[in-house]
Every structure is written in C-alpha cells, then in structure tokens.
C-alpha cells in the first residue's frame, strides 16, 4: 500500500509508503488520505493523527504524470477532499518530516498543529518554476505564520530552505536527529493521547475556527487560479521541461 495506516493507543499514524517515486502522490493515494483522515475523526478511539514518510522523503508533492492524466476538475479530484478533511480535522495533527518535502509536501504542514523535523531536511514550494500558483490556503496561511517578506522570498523563488530556517521562522515546531523523530513525534502523540479529547478538540476549534472561512475562500481563489494555470503556455512548458529532463524557458512569455 502506497499510503499505510495504523491505529494504537489513541493515535492513528498515517504514512506515506511510495519511496521509489520519493513519496509523490496520486490521486489514490489522495483518496486514501481522505478516507484515513475521516475514519479517524469518526473513530472515537482515534484521538490524535500522526504523519510521516520515509526518512528520505516525507513527500515530493504530487506526481505530476498522474496529476495532468486525472480527469475533472480540481474541486472533484481526491486532493480537493484530502484538503477539506484536513482543513477541518478537529482532533490534534501532527507531523515528522525527513529528507525532503516538496509542494503540498509543505503546505499541508500548514494545517498541522505540530510540526518536527529530522537535522538535514529540505522544504520547497515549487510554484512559480512549474507555471503555477499556491495551494492548500498557503498564500494566506503562510504569510500568517511567517510573516509577508518571508513568505514572499519562499513562495516567488520556489527555492528549498533547511529544517533549521523551518524552525527559525515558526514554521515547525523542532529539529531533531534523524534516528531521535519518530520516537519524539510518537511520544508528543502518546502525551495528547492521554488528556481530555474534547479539551483538545475545543482548544484546537477556539485557536483555527475564527479564521477557517477566510482559509476554505483563500483555498477557493487558488484553485480556480492554480486550475486556469494549468493549461497556460507556462505551465505546458514547465511539464515538458520536467518530463524531457531539461531547463525550462520561460523567455518566450510575457
């Protein structure tokens, strides 16, 4: 299975499990997500959802072959779902990332509500040089959590930072060794597991409900822009560069 689950002692681990493709996601492992995200905010015993990847890729994002292959639009697909049920998990989320994460490999740490990363993990949001735009409500949370400059240094570049920046611009919550964050993720996991669930769901809606409106319309802007995109001239050249294996030009484009 190219997305894996497991439920013990309150806490639902999800992982990714497609290493040889560095983690990218197709649109069934979108709906895997989905499904796992819903079973575990009906499950009572699911008290607390736990991400990671393989300790040499968290994820590389989407894979972009299946993503121009799926059919229908954005709002239809597995990942408007996974987003969604994301967004609204109501139970605490949290998140070990290693080795590298790309995309919405990134900005679905933005909906976590803790985020650790392994010493030596690279981050990139690769928008601009694929011709697209942000996702996943990233072009307001991101700014929030970051501040403007930074974001916009990270967003309009596209270039991949360190997990040390990560932590230094309030954008994860630590940086550990490699063979320490597992271990770490699953013992901060255990700790929530513990206490009152409905004090941490109540917690966790008072801190997010305020701005959850404005975030899902954010969400519906992006789409509609990032959906439009895709046939742009730019982001056609971009995928051929990607799957030729060579350097885009985007020159030829006003």
Known sequence: MEITTAKKEG????????????NAITSAMYKMLADALADGENDPAVRVVLFCGKPEVFSAGNDLEDFM????????????????????????????????????????????????AAAGTKFSMQFPKLGLCPEFGSSKLLPEIIGYQRAAELLLFGESFSAEQALEMGLINRVLPQEELIPYARAQAAKLAVLPASSLRTTKHLMKSSNTEAVVAQMLRESER???????????EAFSAFFERRKPDFTKFS
């Open 11 to 22: 806490v639902l681990t999800i992982e990714f499990n497609r290493p040889g493709k560095k």
């Open 69 to 116: 292959n799926a059919q229908g639009s954005l709002e239809e697909k597995p990942v408007a779902t996974f987003m969604r049920n994301l967004l609204v998990m109501p139970k605490p989320v949290l998140a070990a990332v290693s080795g590298m994460a790309i995309g919405i490999g990134v900005t679905m740490l933005l909906h976590c509500d803790q985020v650790y």
């Open 226 to 236: 990032f959906e439009a995109m895709l046939q742009s001239p730019e982001a056609k």
